[in-house]
T-cell receptor
Framework: GESVGLHLPTLSVQEGDNSIINCAYSNSASDYFIWYKQESGKGPQFIIDIRSNMDKRQGQRVTVLLNKTVKHLSLQIAATQPGDSAVYFCAEASMEYGNKLVFGAGTILRVKS | GAVVSQHPSRVICKSGTSVKIECRSLDFQATTMFWYRQFPKQSLMLMATSNEGSKATYEQGVEKDKFLINHASLTLSTLTVTSAHPEDSSFYIC?????????????FGSGTQLSVL
């Protein structure tokens, strides 16, 4: 799943509000999903992951929801902070395809103080 | 967590020269490493899968003779951009997965910004 020539969508939220970032994945055989955060000029940083046998997983201030029926993944960030401003990518992998990680298009999160 | 070191972080080179980027897993062994390329405001695109002791597997559309990958040990993979041209300018990122955790998350290097003049 390459995204070529697309501009990343932007989500602007007020500091302290909750953020919801959505992702539609492409491969119905994918059985492992990850959310990454990427700051400018840096590599992706792991946030949270979920396997296909689950539909929800919670971390510290973050929750990932998986809807396999419609191939949809979301990341919820509670009490969004300025330090959360970054680009967020979902990624999918499947044993069928050698566990290669394929990235979605990404969403820019901007937190307004 | 596991650490992946990538070097250099930034390189500027003249058109026609070759550039080597190193990716090291510092505290774990990685049978497989992955190389991604990212253009500004776009997602990461998988270029190739680097396999220790064997040939790399390239994604469709990626020229294997242009992007040479060597995975000589369980902790080091290198990507060499040969005869670089301005269109090769991009952010290159490597990643690795611990050998014993084949179906878990990848750890990423900090990336290399390549600028070809």
């Amino acid at each position: 799943g390459e995204s070529v020539g697309l501009h990343l969508p932007t989500l602007s939220v007020q500091e302290g509000d909750n953020s919801i970032i959505n992702c539609a994945y492409s491969n119905s055989a994918s059985d492992y999903f990850i959310w990454y955060k990427q700051e400018s000029g840096k590599g992706p940083q792991f946030i949270i992951d979920i396997r296909s046998n689950m539909d929800k997983r919670q971390g510290q201030r973050v929750t990932v929801l998986l809807n396999k029926t419609v191939k949809h993944l979301s990341l919820q960030i509670a009490a969004t902070q300025p330090g959360d401003s970054a680009v967020y990518f979902c990624a999918e992998a499947s044993m069928e395809y050698g566990n290669k990680l394929v990235f979605g298009a990404g969403t820019i999160l901007r937190v307004k103080s | 967590g596991a650490v992946v070191s990538q070097h250099p972080s930034r390189v500027i080179c003249k058109s026609g020269t070759s550039v080597k980027i190193e990716c090291r897993s510092l505290d774990f062994q990685a049978t497989t490493m992955f190389w991604y390329r990212q253009f500004p405001k776009q997602s990461l695109m998988l270029m190739a899968t680097s396999n220790e002791g064997s040939k790399a597997t390239y994604e469709q559309g990626v020229e294997k003779d242009k992007f040479l990958i060597n995975h000589a040990s369980l902790t080091l993979s290198t990507l060499t951009v040969t005869s670089a041209h301005p269109e090769d300018s991009s952010f290159y990122i490597c990643s690795a997965r611990p050998q014993t955790r084949a179906n878990e998350k990848l750890f990423f290097g900090s990336g290399t910004q390549l600028s070809v003049l």
